[in-house]
């Protein structure tokens, strides 16, 4: 079974740019994540989807960020316009249990990440 | 709010030696806690996690974490350390009673000695 794919691995763009990040998750996960991991710092939650729904986006950072999971399947994360303090390593993770108090055995299967550096 | 503290950003064992890495978490309620391990260029992959039953959990790779709800901690530990150990670990938390994100630790980057 395939794991959770991320892609592009690595991204290097400018200040006021715009980039697309994309996760896939396991196939049947009807929960999808996004955290990133500044340099330096803690991994920090972003949102979450159920299916094609935003069940929680208290982590978005601003309105630069905008997240999709049309059909409920892949998910994209864009960024735009790209500021330099948006550097950091993106994670994508699914689960299989959903609902808004997800059970003691919904693990997060995480992705490799994306590394992302603006310049 | 949640907060979960891991002790030392590096640590650094001979092979061989016991591993240690601490874990303190600060929530009203005694969350779900977890351990993943992040080895070069993967993903963070699931060590062991804590639901509820038995307060000493086993994972994989011969580590186990003990929940001690007085100390709120949740060591991890490995009695002998081998070199394929060396990555990042990292400690989460996440709440009983509603939502489903994870509150990370800063990481702890675990170096093994020859």
């Known amino acids: 079974e395939a794991g959770v794919t991320q892609f592009p691995s690595h991204s290097v763009i400018e200040k006021g740019q715009t980039v697309t990040l994309r996760c896939d998750p396991i196939?049947?996960?009807?929960?999808l994540y996004w955290y990133r991991r500044v340099m330096g710092k803690e991994i920090k939650f972003l949102l979450h989807?159920?299916?094609?729904?935003?069940?929680?986006e208290s982590g978005m950072p601003n309105n630069r960020f905008l997240a999709e999971r049309t059909g409920g399947t892949y998910s994209t994360l864009k960024v735009q316009p790209a500021e330099l303090e948006d550097s950091g390593v993106y994670f994508c993770?699914?689960?299989?249990?959903?609902?808004?108090?997800?059970?003691?055995?919904?693990?997060?299967?995480f992705g490799p990440g994306t590394r992302l550096t603006v310049l | 709010a949640q907060s979960v503290t891991q002790l030392g950003s590096h640590v650094s064992v001979s092979e061989g030696a016991l591993v240690l890495l601490r874990c303190n978490y600060s929530?009203?309620?005694?969350?779900?806690l977890f351990w993943y391990v992040q080895y070069p260029n993967q993903g963070l992959q699931l060590l062991l996690k804590?639901?509820?039953?038995?307060?000493l959990v086993k994972g994989i790779n011969g580590f186990e974490a003990e929940f001690k709800k007085s100390e709120t901690s949740f060591h991890l530990t490995k009695p002998s350390a081998h070199m394929s150990d060396a990555a990042e670990y990292f400690c989460?938390?996440?709440?009983?009673?509603?939502?489903?994100?994870?509150?990370f630790g800063g990481g702890t980057r675990l170096m093994v000695k020859p």
């Open positions: 993770a699914s689960s299989q249990e959903g609902g808004l108090a997800g059970g003691p055995t919904d693990t997060q299967y």
């Open positions: 196939s049947g996960h009807d929960n």
């Open positions: 989807f159920v299916k094609e729904s935003k069940q929680d």
């Open positions: 929530s009203s309620v005694p969350p779900y």
């Open positions: 804590y639901t509820s039953a038995a307060t």
């Open positions: 989460a938390v996440r709440r009983r009673d509603a939502g489903n994100m994870l509150t």
